[in-house]
């Protein structure tokens, strides 16, 4: 099984239009209101402290919008830097424009409405000021989720398509081997016997972890090994192998049936197309963070036209989903024995996390 997930739609937090309107035009009627209380008789002094809470204010929520609008990222240190000479400026100028224009002004049209309806403006400014901060965390927060979901949903069709090439591989692998135990039978009978038991051991292994959706380097190269061991009796004595693993990275985790695919290409590419000796070796070494996984073989060589087969070419994608962009496949001939000799697999994974 194998598919595509499409990305979905992630929407961006973006300011709720009618909020922000209604935010403004309630904002802007309270300026208005309140420029008909301030040029009532000074009684009391409160026009010089109204005008100075409402410059603060009206300052303060010009810094917030023009932060939300042209720096999203902008620390809460300096928007409290940027907000305190705004707050003085805003001071200056409204105590000024009370001086020099309002308060001589003949704008008495509703001084005692204006003096009840001008702070419940004010605070429902404010009020649509939060509630459109609200609309925009609730919409990250949605984006986030569907950001999630899209992850689990890749996640789990990487399961499924894990599971789809180990039960493409399987069959094939024991059609084959049947096969030759059928033969071998009647021609070879002590080769039909060893590998009837390479074949049980093979299959001891294999099992208990064939719907599995992690395994472990070593767990992966005991396969590869009774693989290729069964090979070896098919193939006679023209073929070789050599399995190796470094002890730091024999109990790393690996995805399974990534290794048997490489590996099988390697054998029905390389190995069985070719006359004469022909040899496999399988590394497996920790190099800096990364996990390095190398089959090497001499057999047929690569094509002038490397084609990834259905096993392959979704090998790299396989890896980037499990483990990220960090991930890489490579298939090349040795750069010392040209194009028609050796060819080498490279898994590379990045190292898990420490605990």
Not at 103 to 122: F, I, K, M, Y
Not at 214 to 236: C, D, F, K, N
Request: hydrophobic share 50%; proline share 7%.
């Amino acid at each position: 099984m194998s598919g595509h997930i499409l990305p979905l739609a992630t929407a961006q937090p973006a300011p709720h239009t009618l909020l922000r309107w209604l935010g403004g035009l309630a904002l802007c009627a309270g300026l208005l209101l309140a420029a008909q209380l301030l040029p009532r008789p000074l009684r009391t002094g409160w026009q010089a402290g109204f005008v100075l809470c409402l410059s603060g204010h009206a300052a303060g929520d010009l810094a917030l919008v023009l932060r939300a609008r042209w720096r999203p990222g902008f620390s809460l240190p300096g928007a409290l830097a940027c907000l305190l000479p705004a707050v003085l400026a805003g001071s200056v100028v409204g105590w000024l424009a009370y001086r020099h224009w309002v308060a001589n002004a003949p704008l008495r049209l509703l001084p005692d409405a204006a003096a009840l309806a001008c702070p419940l403006l004010l605070a429902l400014a404010l009020l649509l000021q939060q509630l459109r901060q609200q609309r925009r965390a609730q919409l990250a927060q949605e984006a986030q989720w569907r950001a999630d979901e899209q992850a689990r949903t890749e996640r789990r069709l990487l399961e499924q398509e894990l599971r789809a090439l180990q039960a493409q591989i399987e069959p094939h692998f024991l059609y084959n081997t049947l096969a030759s135990v059928q033969q071998l039978i009647a021609t070879e009978p002590a080769q039909a016997g060893a590998l009837t038991t390479h074949m049980i051991a093979y299959l001891r292994a294999a099992l208990p972890g064939l719907r599995a959706s992690s395994s472990t380097v070593a767990q992966e190269l005991a396969l590869a090994s009774h693989y290729l061991e069964i090979m070896r009796i098919r193939l006679g004595s023209r073929f070789s192998f050599a399995v190796h693993a470094s002890a730091a990275a024999a109990d790393l985790p690996f995805p399974p049936a990534v290794l048997m695919s490489v590996v099988e290409n390697a054998v029905q590419h390389g190995i069985e197309p070719k006359p004469g000796p022909v040899h496999i070796a399988i590394t497996a070494e920790v190099d800096g963070e990364a996990l390095q996984l190398t089959v090497r073989d001499n057999g047929a060589g690569l094509p002038a036209t490397v084609h990834d087969g259905n096993g392959l070419g979704n090998l790299r994608e396989r890896l980037h989903k499990l483990h990220g962009v960090a991930a890489r496949f490579s298939l090349q001939a040795d750069a010392h024995t040209g194009g028609r000799g050796d060819t080498i697999a490279c898994i590379t994974i990045p190292l898990p996390p420490s605990p």
